[in-house]
């Protein structure tokens, strides 16, 4: 088992995949030619995985930082917060073979901290993090993590890559 790559989680979006509300990808270059040769790369798009189709209604943390809905961006009677939180109750334990997870920045069910919270139609603060990502997180606290945004720092990819590989190790 342990000659085979590590298997490492990755926001669907980033490998080129049509999957956010716009029908769009966010394909990472750094991602697609480089990450995807030393690691076996598993593909989570939480919100289509939880059913919210494509394209949909673009959502946003919205009310709290600490405990914040995920309200429309455009339409804010869409509350798909218990849509998300079921999700997020049941798929992490899914991914209890990963040694590693790529997120999406920004997004409010991947970023790792650097989503934008909003309350009274102001934002609250841009360093939160998404209803998946922090799911994960506390479910598998020593898991190495890192959002696209950081990728092109050499020492936190470095530090990223060497940390996955130990604990695929270990
Ligand atoms: S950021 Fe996450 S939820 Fe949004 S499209 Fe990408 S994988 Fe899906």
């Known amino acids: 088992m342990k000659d085979q790559k590590p298997l490492v989680g990755v926001s669907q979006c980033l490998l080129g995949d049509a999957v956010r509300y716009d029908g769009q ?12 040769k030393i ?8 919100e289509v995985e939880a059913g919210l189709g494509i394209p949909r209604p673009p ?4 009310g709290s930082i600490e405990n914040p809905k995920l309200i429309g961006r455009d339409d804010p009677s869409i509350d798909v917060t218990s ?4 999700y997020c109750n049941t ?5 209890n073979q990963l040694s590693g997870f790529i997120f999406k920045s920004r997004s409010p069910s991947c970023g790792l901290n650097s989503t934008p919270v909003y309350i009274d139609g102001h934002c609250a603060t841009e360093t939160s993090h998404g209803i998946f990502a922090k799911k994960l997180c506390e479910t598998y606290p ?5 959002e696209d945004n950081e990728l092109e720092n050499e020492n936190l990819l470095d530090k ?11």
């Open 25 to 36: 990808s966010k394909t990472n270059t750094i991602v697609m030619e480089k990450l995807s």
């Open 39 to 46: 690691f076996n790369l598993v593909p989570v798009c939480p």
């Open 59 to 62: 959502v946003q943390l919205t």
């Open 83 to 86: 849509i998300m939180q079921n």
């Open 91 to 95: 798929k992490p334990a899914e991914l």
């Open 142 to 146: 020593n898991l190495p993590v890192i």
């Open 160 to 170: 990223f890559i060497r940390s996955t590989m130990t604990k695929h190790l270990n």
